[in-house]
C-alpha cells in the first residue's frame, strides 16, 4: 500500500497555468504506474493522465498538449502541470497510484482546481 498526498490546487483564470503535486509515500520508482483523475460536479471521475515506472504516459484526449505529468524522484513526487486551462477543468483532481499493476487502489483525498472564465 502507498499513501498519496495531492497539493497545489487553487482558483486560476482561464489561459492560466497550475502545477498539482503528488507526494507518495515510498519511492515512486517502486510503484508500477501512477495516475491523476479528476471528478467535476455531478460527473464521473474521469482518467487525467497516467505514468508507468519506466516512463510510458498516457493523457485523455482532453488534456492532450496541454497538460504533462512529470516526477522528481528524488522527492518521491509526481506532478501535474495543467497549461492553458479551461472553465471546463475544474473537478478536484485526485492522484492514484497502482502498486503492483492493474487497477489503481490507493488514492489521495484529492485536491480542489476551480478555472474562471
Known amino acids: 500500500q502507498v499513501q498519496l498526498v495531492e497539493s497545489g490546487g487553487g482558483l486560476v483564470q482561464a489561459g492560466g497555468s497550475l502545477r498539482l503535486s503528488c507526494a507518495a509515500s515510498?519511492?515512486?520508482?517502486?510503484?508500477?504506474?501512477m495516475g491523476w483523475y479528476r471528478q467535476a460536479p455531478g460527473k464521473q471521475r474521469e482518467l487525467v493522465a497516467t505514468?508507468?515506472?519506466?516512463?510510458?504516459?498516457n493523457y485523455a484526449d482532453s488534456v492532450k498538449g496541454r497538460f504533462t505529468i512529470p516526477r522528481d524522484n528524488a522527492k518521491n513526487t509526481m506532478y501535474l502541470q495543467m497549461n492553458s486551462l479551461r472553465p471546463e477543468d475544474t473537478a478536484v483532481y485526485y492522484c492514484a497510484a497502482s502498486l503492483r499493476g492493474g487497477p489503481f487502489r490507493d488514492w489521495g483525498p484529492g485536491t480542489q482546481v476551480t478555472v474562471s472564465s
Open positions: 515510498r519511492s515512486i520508482f517502486s510503484i508500477a504506474a
Open positions: 505514468i508507468t515506472t519506466g516512463g510510458n504516459t
